[in-house]
Structure formats: C-alpha cells, structure tokens
C-alpha cells in the first residue's frame, strides 16, 4: 500500500456533489482538497452535446452500467440503472432538467431532521447562489452562479397540442416549475449554455482546477475507508495495478452516490451487521441503515401513434433529416441535437386529496421499445408519467469485499400497494389527456402499454410491464434525528457514531424530491460546504 500524502479534506467521489464541494471548500487557500474519482477526466464530445445521453448510457466509457435485480414488482425484469462515470457523475449523461421540487419536501426534511436549516426558506437562498439564470435575478431565480439555466432550444407542434390537451384536462399552464410549487405544465428550463450540456465539472470544477491546493486525481477507484478505532482518517484505493492510502487530517467526504456512498461504507465494515458478517468483512462500526431507504422514480412510459404531425422518429430515418440535425446544431447549436430527453413536462395531483402535486410527466417527440433501442419507424410521442412520492422502499447491498464488484441494487418498486393503486390513476390520467380534442386531429392510439389494459388490477400490471427507472436513486444513507435508528448523518451529514466522516450526496435525502433530483443533490453540497466551513472555524 502506497501512501498517497496527506490533505485537509478528501472528496471521494466527483460527481454533482463532489465537483461542487471541491470548488467551494478549495477557495481557501489555507486549506488542501484532494478529489478522488472513479471515472475519467471526459472531454468526450457526447458528453458536450444535450442528445449526446442517448450514446452515453448504457456506455462503459461514462456509464457503471449497473442493472437492478430481478425486480417482482416489474414482473420479473432487471432493467438498467444508469450511474455517471467520470468528473461530473451523473450530470455528464442525464436530462439536464432544472428542477428543485417543491417547498413541502425540505420543509418535511426539517421535520425528520429536527434542523430548520433544511426547510425551504433556508435552501432557497443556496440554490440562487448556484444559479446562473439566463434571465437575470429575480425573487424566484439566481444570476452570477455557476450553474447556468436556460430555456429550451426548440419546440414541436405535438408537445403544444399535448399541453393544450392537459390544460382542457385541468391542468393549468406555468411558465416556471422552479417557485416552490411546481403545479402545472410548460416547457421544462435546462442546464444548459447556448445549447451546450453544462456538468458539474464544466460548472464547478474547471475554473478552479488551476488552484494548488486542489488535487484532482482521475481512475482512482476507492476501496474503503481507513480508520482508527471510531474516527476515519482517510480512503485507500486503486489506481491501474496499485493501490494507495490518503490521509486526511480534517474530514473525509464520501460524495460517491445513492449506489456508491453505501457500498464504500459497507466495505470499510460500516453497515448492517447481519450483511457483514455474511460476507466476512469484520463490523467496524454497526449501522442498521447503510444501504436501506432507496427510493427512486418509477416511470410509466405510454406511447401514442400519431398522424399528420412531425415527430423525431422519422426524422432521424433519413440522411437529410440527420444532415439537417447536424447542420442546424453546428450553425445555430439548435434542433435536436440541442433536445434534453424531455421538453414537456407537467405536475399534477392523482387525486384531488393530496395537498401538492404528487404525479410528473415528461413528454416527448419520440419513441422507442427500450432505452438503447432505435426509434420507431412510426410517428409518435411518450407520455412517461412517474410517482414523485412512492411509498416503496429498496436497497443497496454490495456482493463482496471487492470495490470492482457490482451492488445488488433491488428498488422493489410497486411492492407497496398505494404505488400500484397510484400508477393505475396515473395511467389513467395520460388517457384523460389524450383524449382532449387539442390532440384529436393527430388521431392518436395508443401504443404502448395498449388499450387492452381498462381494469385497475389490469393497469397495475401494465405498470408493471412499461415500468422503468428515471435515474433519481437517493436515500441509503438518509439523514435523521438521533432517535431514528435507520438515521446514517445527522443533519450536519456526519456519520452517526463515527469522527471525521460525512456524506453528501443524494443519498442522505431522507424522502426523495418532487422533482428531478441533480440541482437538489448540488444544493446538498453547497449547504454542507457552508457546515464544513462553519466546522472548521468553530475549531480554529
């Protein structure tokens, strides 16, 4: 084992959060940062261009490329669990959506924290700080931050005629999902620069990469924590044939993500002790809920055929249509090589009871069998509708002591059955807009999961059929109060029980957002930026 030195503060993991906790803690130059990530330094053109995602997931170059279990709620399907690799994590292959939920889900964090420093009035003011709206300042938006937002690039005449649909439907138009309460439908805003993808290593980390008292150290896969006795001291890891040892005479951060941040805890002996124990890794420290609590957004994707109206599908079928892409994109940086996944999207209730919207659509010109397949050689759009508050709850467990090995990871989605009564209304509801007679010149019929499909039960299952992952995976390692026994952080994101160790990643959200999940995981960071600072100057 080689030793590697000695720093401040080691970040493992670079992704939304490390990026960003590497450029706020390193702007003291008092202080010594290494940032350790798996992946690599990408400076991959598909990793520049927003369509570039289709190209990146499901590719080892900037994908882990996990799968789920066998998961019974999917009737039986393992289905991919896209995970970022590289600087920038996830943000270097995702939808580039600006979305930060709703005020009800960090005000509930405050609750099952016991710190009003997680309620909204509190994080509201940390996401303008990020911000970089192209707009300008105003009471709802931030400018001068690193993280830009921008409108989209382009519009389709199908997703204005499904937004009308959804307005005849009852849902009202919005103009700005982003002001706490996100009710309504309109064009999603995106994280983007003059139709550029923006990471969060093109946000936060290149401008201070220059610094010299950040290290940034790429292909370094972290193996497990170094301690003595109850206080970590460090990270060892591998890089190529050899592996290294880093000591940190502050903190160690574990930044590595939903999947990664408990794996690593799980192999440095932190975790439940039953799995442990089974796998013959000596219990440092017992941690019931190291791995539990994975939530995740489950998408109900339904596909309509369409008539008389352009849609992407046929228009990458032919040579002109991708020479007109390029074309448009090279000249103008527009047209779909400019398009997130979505661009449509819409928040709304499965059932006038609940008090804020419990249901998001993301909607779009396309359509395909799976992700990784081509599109269809018909015209069409995908309605996908997802649950923003399921009841189910999964886990994350790592197979052996190995840091090369795959997690089982097991969201055991619909295995509550509130979520199966909620995906039959949902699936419900996309008919309800379809059917509004904004899209009835279009002629639209349903593809996918079919018609066929009219029961509740029967719905259910088609959920269970069309069902798959958004790619929002949080909570196993969920913050709590010190009488929450599944608690892994306080809500200063410390290790219970342990010294000079947090985790700040999406994992410690103890309930998953109404929203996209990315520009939640990056205020996360900047919160705990602000709570290592204050940590430090309290002991100086």
Not at 130 to 141: F, K
Not at 187 to 203: D, M
């Amino acid at each position: 084992m080689t030793d590697f030195g000695s720093f401040d503060y080691i970040i493992v993991g670079g992704g939304a959060a490390g990026c960003l906790l590497a450029n706020r803690l390193s702007a003291d130059p008092d202080i010594s940062v290494l940032l350790l990530e798996a992946g690599a330094d990408q400076r991959w053109i598909w990793t520049k261009i927003p369509l570039g995602y289709v190209y990146c997931i499901n590719n080892p170059r900037t994908d882990w490329c996990y799968q789920t279990e066998a998961e019974p709620g999917l009737n039986g399907r393992s289905i991919i669990y896209a995970r970022g690799k590289g600087l920038g994590g996830c943000t270097l292959i995702n939808g580039m959506l600006y979305l930060r939920g709703q005020a009800r889900d960090y005000d509930q964090w405050a609750e099952l924290t016991g710190d009003n420093g997680w309620n909204w009035d509190a994080v509201k003011p940390l996401f303008l700080n990020m911000e970089d709206h192209r707009d300008g300042p105003s009471a709802h938006h931030g400018a001068g931050g690193a993280w830009r937002v921008e409108h989209q690039r382009l519009r389709w005449d199908i997703l204005d005629r499904f937004a009308e649909a959804a307005m005849q439907a009852g849902i009202a138009a919005t103009d700005d999902f982003n002001r706490g309460d996100n009710a309504g439908v309109g064009l999603f805003h995106v994280n983007q620069r003059h139709g550029v993808r923006v990471s969060s290593a093109s946000a936060f980390l290149d401008p201070v990469r220059h610094r010299p008292n950040l290290r940034i150290v790429t292909g370094a896969l972290s193996d497990r924590l170094v301690m003595k006795g109850r206080k970590v001291t460090g990270v060892s890891f591998q890089m190529g044939d050899k592996s290294y040892t880093a000591t940190a005479r502050i903190e160690t951060i574990l930044s590595a993500g939903a999947i990664g941040s408990p794996a690593i805890l799980q192999r440095s002996g932190i975790g439940d002790a039953a799995l442990l124990q089974s796998l013959g890794i000596k219990v440092n420290h017992a941690l019931a809920g190291v791995g539990q609590n994975l939530q995740d957004h489950l998408q109900l994707r339904s596909i309509y055929q369409v008539k008389g109206v352009t849609t992407l599908n046929r228009q990458v079928r032919s040579l002109w249509g991708k020479a007109m892409m390029g074309l448009n994109y090279a000249l103008f940086r527009s047209g779909p090589l400019s398009m997130a996944p979505s661009q449509l999207g819409a928040f709304a209730k499965s059932d006038p009871s609940v008090p804020t919207p419990d249901l998001e659509y993301h909607v779009q010109p396309l359509s395909l069998e799976k992700f990784g397949d081509p599109l269809h050689d018909f015209p069409a759009f995908t309605a996908s509708i997802c649950d923003l508050r399921p009841q189910s709850r999964g886990h994350i467990a790592i197979r052996d002591a190995n840091p090369a090995s795959a997690p089982r990871i097991a969201p055991q989605y619909l295995s509550h059955e509130a979520d199966r009564v909620k995906a039959a209304k949902a699936l419900r509801l996309t008919r309800t807009i379809v059917s509004q007679p904004a899209l009835a010149p279009y002629a639209p019929l349903e593809y996918l999961p079919g018609p066929d499909f009219t029961t509740d039960e029967q719905l259910a299952e088609a959920a269970g059929r069309v069902g798959t992952t958004i790619f929002h995976p949080v909570g196993t390692c969920k913050m709590g109060r010190a009488d929450d026994p599944m608690a892994v952080t306080d809500a200063a994101l410390r290790v219970r029980g342990l010294e000079g160790l947090r985790v700040v990643d999406a994992s410690i959200m103890p309930r998953i957002t109404s929203g996209n999940t990315s520009s939640p995981t990056l205020m996360i960071a900047e919160r705990a930026a602000d709570l290592i600072r204050a940590t430090r100057r309290a002991h100086h």
